[in-house]
């Protein structure tokens, strides 16, 4: 027996390649995308009242590892990537059932040219990540202040300062008219060092890239510093 | 463009009909439920690393109201069942994907007879219920301390007085060998009055039942009072 569910929407995000996603949601809170409600789901009496909370659930769809065989172990990157814990015990997206969750900041509902959008901050999603449901997050059921949570209990420290080269500091310049924040979107992305795995060793030869928004993301690791080298326009 | 998730496990649960079951988790922390989860999930890999952590989310599905036609907007008995409000800004299970996310706590984790099984309080389960999956509450991604939950944001607070008759008094009684802290879980479901919406005039004639464990439990309400009639086994 299994469960068959349609997607209601479609999430336009920032983060157009998997690498350089933030781990959770709510550590790069500077990170925007909007969920566009597919019809027939996107009537506007379906969110009608949601805009009077400050804090919606995502549930969605992990569809970039759709189809990737279940491991009843992961090795999540807060342990060093080389611990072994139960999927079940973490977050990961390689799960038997790939469905993913995440609280994020509703910022504001917009129907705009017949479409229906939820405009919310500080997600950790894909870009072109299918949703399948939109639930409100509700602080006395949600919020459970004395919940314990072993090594992922306190936020991952980010010891890593982000500094900009002068080429990407005018690049960057540039794109804020586009996509205002860009340069805290991009500072607090790097500092949490999106790398699989932290390392000792760092390579500070090794240029590490992802694309975000419509433009390709270039930097480099060195000690505790990480330099953006580029934003380039392809 | 559909997905299929299949369940990973099956939630044997106190309630064993819709009617009675707390209309959130958390606000009858007696509710007990084992999660057992079925092959080829059932292994012990796969929630190493579970029980450092205090709290789980269990994703299931609504599957009683499986196949119902979803409606745009619904009416939240928080809101006295009168007002109409969009879906996606309520828990109601009557959604586009019956897909439903619960955080309880978690008791211990258990192999007996060869079966896994995570025991957890607090649900609000219906007997029975497909999990499609487990995960880790992390505190620091999930209780979100600043959020607002408009009509949602506090618990709902419960005016009702629970009192037993004597025979009720000395059924549950002789239940609580089977079922420890049956009295206590009858006294918190009840005083949230679980009848569908709010009513002002209360009919103090009417008898109201559903299904607890093995037995059925009866009750009447007068004013702000709910006598327990009978546990009956049938």
Redesign the interface.
């Known amino acids: 027996?299994?469960?068959?569910?349609?997607?209601?929407g479609v999430i336009h995000s920032c983060f157009k390649e998997k690498f350089g996603i933030p781990r959770?949601?709510?550590l790069v809170p500077s990170a925007r995308a909007v969920i566009e409600l597919t019809p027939p789901?996107d009537?506007d009496?379906?969110?009608?009242?949601?805009e009077?909370?400050?804090?919606v659930?995502v549930?969605f769809?992990f569809h970039a590892v759709?189809g990737a065989a279940w491991r009843?172990?992961v090795r999540p990157p807060r342990l060093g990537g080389n611990e072994?814990?139960?999927?079940?015990?973490?977050?990961s997206p390689f799960?038997?059932?790939p469905?993913g969750?995440s609280?994020v900041r509703l910022e504001k509902i917009l129907r705009e040219d017949g479409r229906l959008s939820l405009y919310v901050q500080g997600g950790d999603f894909l870009d072109g990540t299918?949703v399948?449901?939109?639930?409100?997050?509700?602080?006395?059921?949600?919020?459970?202040?004395?919940?314990?949570?072993?090594?992922?209990?306190?936020?991952p420290v980010s010891p890593f300062l982000v500094r900009f080269s002068a080429d990407a500091d005018v690049a960057c310049q540039q794109k804020e008219g586009s996509f205002p924040g860009v340069r805290r979107l991009i500072e607090e992305m790097l500092s949490a060092d999106p790398r699989p795995a932290y390392r000792d060793t760092t390579d500070s030869t090794a240029v590490y890239g992802t694309r975000l928004y419509d433009f390709d993301l270039r930097w480099r690791i060195e000690g505790n510093m990480v330099e953006v080298l580029e934003l380039v326009s392809p």
């Not at 814990?85 to 973490?90: E, P, Q």
């Not at 449901?133 to 919940?147: G, S």
């Open positions: 027996m299994s469960y068959a569910f349609e997607p209601i959770q949601p709510g789901f009537r009496e379906a969110v009608r009242g949601l009077g909370f400050s804090h659930w549930v769809v759709l009843p172990t072994r814990v139960g999927v079940f015990a973490t977050r799960r038997p059932n469905v969750m609280a299918p399948i449901d939109v639930k409100p997050y509700v602080p006395y059921v949600d919020a459970i202040a004395d919940a314990r949570g072993s090594f992922a209990h306190e936020a």
